[in-house]
């Protein structure tokens, strides 16, 4: 193909590209409400004969309260210990054996699980999620509780206290939040309460948030939506609601200052974290924040990347993220220096580079690169039924954010709308210098390498 027709063909699909986004995405779904209280997303797809079934509750550590932290991530280990119908160790045996596969996760304000199957497995995924809800405590003992207890030390030690830069998390959300505030602790919780908790204590909070009541189940994939429903019914709607459960109440979590840290590790580099407080998940300004995140350092051309890895060669690598949370957000940057640099030198460049966009919006061209990864990454994830991120999960997620499972177009439309001074916006009213925690990680004994507030003035 010559260059003239390979310009034609370029243009072809871009032109395609276009037609594509302004169609209206359609994720056709029925819902409904068991009597006990589960609410049920039916979502019908026949592309391939897989069916997920995607179970959230609407518990995570931000439920729990100071001082007894842990127990919602503690959980999503138990649940898959067996329960009053599925002996220990059967779960995954059973769900492996049909062709299926399963996960979970918990964060600060839901715990979601999900199980991929071939269709005709159905009932089974339907029949072990149900048997865990309503007859988990009837499998549970205090030695089960103890072992999945050590289990989850083991794995905060190898996550946190032993993995490198693993403790600055947890110190950046001690700093970000006050004391009393749902998002101060970790999800894994503290080794003193997990060793704290009483066997009751575990029982009460079980008894307390995993009643289908708060709880929502997505199915998508294969399935006749009727007699799915029926077989919803069949396995959940004996199990007895629990008590309501109300909003996730919170202090207002605001900083007044800016918050400097240093953290001495065994690292063999320096990373800094420059942290704010953002708009919670879904109000005005975060997905702003989740393009910034792209023109800051998504890609080789980002004006973070592009100087501190590339032109001036003083980082090993550059990061930034929105981690929207439901309560209030928070927008990191993170930076490695490479070998024989200051976190100070790369403090000063992150700076003068927010400076710029408070002056001066992004470019055009920067942020519809932004929008157009975005939107791709979105449509990729459409592809899917099943896994974190697939159809089902997405369902789920929009009907506990939103209360809206049909939320895509809604979702997809904020990042299209976003325009260049809404970017310059955000980087003028959030990204304050006066409210914020920076964090240095530096090298044991190597302290000289922090970034200090005497260097960047």
């Known amino acids: 193909m010559n260059r003239n027709g390979l310009i034609a063909l370029l243009l072809f699909g871009l032109t395609g590209l276009v037609t594509a986004q302004d169609k209206n995405i359609q994720i056709e779904y029925s819902r409904h409400i068991l009597d006990n209280g589960l609410n049920v997303i ?72 999900w199980e991929d199957v071939p269709s005709n497995a159905l009932d089974l995924a339907l029949f072990l999620e149900s048997d865990r809800m309503g007859f988990l405590l009837d499998a549970m003992s205090p030695g089960k509780v103890d072992g999945q207890r050590d289990v989850v030390k083991n794995e905060r030690r190898q996550s946190y206290e032993n993995r490198p830069y693993g403790m ?106 420059m942290v704010w407080l953002t708009p919670a998940h879904f109000a005005p ?47 990191y940057i993170i930076a490695t220096a490479r070998s024989g640099h200051t976190l100070g030198e790369l403090e000063a460049v992150i700076q003068e580079e927010i400076n710029k966009l408070k002056e001066n919006p992004p470019t055009d061209r920067e942020l519809q690169r932004a929008v157009n990864q975005q939107e791709s990454g979105f449509l990729r994830r459409l592809e899917r039924i099943g896994g974190f991120g697939g159809k089902a999960d997405l369902l789920n997620s929009y009907y506990f954010a939103t209360g809206n499972p049909d939320y895509f177009n809604e979702d997809l439309t904020r990042y299209k709308a976003a325009g260049v001074t809404d970017i310059q916006a955000i980087v003028q009213s959030y990204l304050r210098d006066d409210g914020r925690v920076v964090l240095s990680v530096v090298p044991q004994g190597k302290t000289e390498l922090a970034a200090t507030k005497m260097e960047t003035n």
């Open 285 to 331: 300004g975060d997905a702003e924040f989740d393009l910034l995140a792209n023109i800051l350092t998504g890609g080789k051309n980002s004006r973070l990347y592009k100087r501190l890895v590339y032109d001036l060669q003083i980082a090993q690598s550059v990061s930034s993220f929105q981690a929207s949370k439901k309560l209030v957000s928070a927008f």
């Open 168 to 273: 600055a998390w947890i110190l950046i959300d001690e700093n970000l939040y006050p004391r009393e505030h749902k998002y101060n602790w970790p999800t894994i919780g503290s080794m003193e309460d997990l060793s704290a908790a009483s066997y009751e204590d575990v029982v009460n909070f079980f008894k307390r948030y995993y009643g289908p009541n708060n709880a929502s189940l997505s199915i998508a994939g294969d399935i006749d939506p009727v007699k799915t429903l029926a077989m919803v019914e069949k396995w959940f709607g004996e199990i007895p609601r629990g008590p309501a459960v109300g909003p996730m109440g919170s202090v207002v979590a605001y900083l007044a200052e800016e918050k400097r840290e240093i953290l001495e590790d065994k690292v063999q580099l320096p990373r800094l974290f």
């Open 42 to 113: 039916l979502h019908e797809d026949h592309s391939t004969p897989m069916v997920s079934v995607n179970m959230w509750y609407h518990v995570g550590s931000g439920r729990e309260s100071p001082g007894r932290t842990g127990f919602a991530h503690l959980f999503e280990h138990i649940m898959f210990e067996g329960s009053g119908n599925v002996p220990e160790g059967k779960f995954d045996e059973w769900l492996e054996a049909a062709g299926g596969n399963n996960n979970g996760s918990t964060n600060s304000d839901r715990t979601n699980y």
